[in-house]
Structures are given as structure tokens and as C-alpha cells.
């Protein structure tokens, strides 16, 4: 069936340093991914989005990369603040189904 | 960004009793809106795609008789959970589509957390 899951499970990285978050999927479907920051008892926020026809897409200091060859798509956030400390979704879905699919989440800690 | 309220924000009830958990699209209407449950250090995982003026769509394993939806404006969704017991207790978050941004864009509220003693 189709899934979307994480390499690594926690994060950790020194205030200033880019980060960069992992995801792989399995459904060769999907055309549509989303990252989402979602904070201790709060509900998922928005980040940035991809559709399949792009491989690279940047917001404010957060980059996303999509490599269809091989399933996987990374965030990149630039700087990283101890405001980022959070867990990371990435979500996907495919041109007719209208609900997400989400991976199971990485944890970004922040040192100071 | 598009605004998605829930309310209550937590919720403590007795074991057979039911409750009910709003969802509000605050400045933009939604045809359609998501409901999830969330357990402790685990990811998302979709319940049911809630149609405007339609039955709600449940995923494999929902019950649909436990897990009550009604979506009768474009602006609100409500989910009732019934009967509820013990292993119903997680944090349940809903979410809409706004067309104006993106045929895929959702956009999450803020979780009710429930707790079934």
C-alpha cells in the first residue's frame, strides 16, 4: 500500500546551522507534497509545498527538493532559530484524492 | 493563510458518554474538511473526508456509527464521537481545503484534545 515515512526519527542541530529533514514515499501516484511544522499540543502548520513538475521550490529559508527518480523529498530550512524546534510532517497526495497521506514525523531540536 | 478553528480545545468526559468537536473554516468556505486523530508521538492518520451536504467518506477501519459527521454548511464540520471509552482518548484535529488556495492546500486547526476517563 502506499506510505510515507522518515529517515530519521529526531534531529538535533546548533542554532545557526541549516537543517535538513528527510522523506520517502512509495506511491509512484503522488504529484502533490506538503511540509508541515506542527508544535507540542498544536495543530499541523503550513510550511511549503511541491508538485510533482517541480524539483525544487524555496520559501522563506526553508527550500523543499523533490527527486521523483528515487521517492524522496527534503526540507531545508537555512539558519535554523530555536523557534523551529518542532516535528516535521511531510504529507502526499495524488491528483483525484483529496486527503493527505502523512509520514511519521521527524523531531527538530535546536541547541542553543 | 487560510484560518481553521476547533472548539472545545480539550475535553474531559466520563466513559459512555458522547462528545461533539467543532470545526470552522473562519474566512473561507470549505466543500470539504478532514478529520484526524493523532496518538501521542505518532503521526496524523486520516478518520473521514467530511462532505458539504453529503455522507462523510471514512477511511478503511473507521466506524462510522462511533465517529458521527456532519458537515452541514461550508463553513462547519462537526465530528461526535459516541459512546466514548478509554483507548477513544487522543487529540483529534480537523482540517479544510481552500480552494482559493490550491486545489491540495489544507489547513489544520488547532487539535482537540480528548481525554475519556
Known amino acids: ?112 | 493563510g487560510a484560518v481553521v478553528s476547533q472548539h472545545p480545545s480539550w475535553v474531559i468526559c466520563k466513559s459512555g458518554t458522547s462528545v461533539k468537536i467543532e470545526c470552522r473554516s473562519l474566512d473561507f468556505q470549505a466543500t470539504t474538511m478532514f478529520w484526524y486523530r493523532q496518538f501521542p508521538k505518532q503521526s496524523l492518520m486520516l478518520m473521514a473526508t467530511s462532505n458539504e451536504g453529503s455522507k462523510a467518506t471514512y477511511e478503511q477501519g473507521v466506524e462510522k456509527d462511533k465517529f458521527l459527521i456532519n458537515h452541514a454548511s461550508l463553513t462547519l464540520s462537526t465530528l461526535t464521537v459516541t459512546s466514548a471509552h478509554p483507548e477513544d482518548s487522543s487529540f483529534y484535529i480537523c482540517s479544510a481545503r481552500n480552494p482559493g488556495g490550491g486545489e491540495e492546500t489544507q489547513y489544520f486547526g488547532p487539535g482537540t484534545r480528548l481525554l475519556v476517563l
Open chain 1, 1 to 112: 500500500g502506499e506510505s510515507v515515512g522518515l529517515h530519521l526519527p529526531t534531529l538535533s542541530v546548533q542554532e545557526g546551522d541549516n537543517s535538513i529533514i528527510n522523506c520517502a514515499y512509495s506511491n509512484s501516484a503522488s504529484d502533490y507534497f506538503i511540509w508541515y511544522k506542527q508544535e507540542s499540543g498544536k495543530g499541523p502548520q503550513f510550511i511549503i509545498d511541491i508538485r510533482s513538475n517541480m524539483d525544487k521550490r524555496q520559501g522563506q529559508r526553508v527550500t523543499v527538493l523533490l527527486n521523483k527518480t528515487v521517492k524522496h523529498l527534503s526540507l531545508q530550512i537555512a539558519a535554523t532559530q530555536p523557534g523551529d524546534s518542532a516535528v516535521y510532517f511531510c504529507a502526499e497526495s495524488y491528483t483525484g484524492r483529496r486527503a493527505l497521506t502523512f509520514g511519521s514525523g521527524t523531531r527538530l531540536q535546536v541547541q542553543p
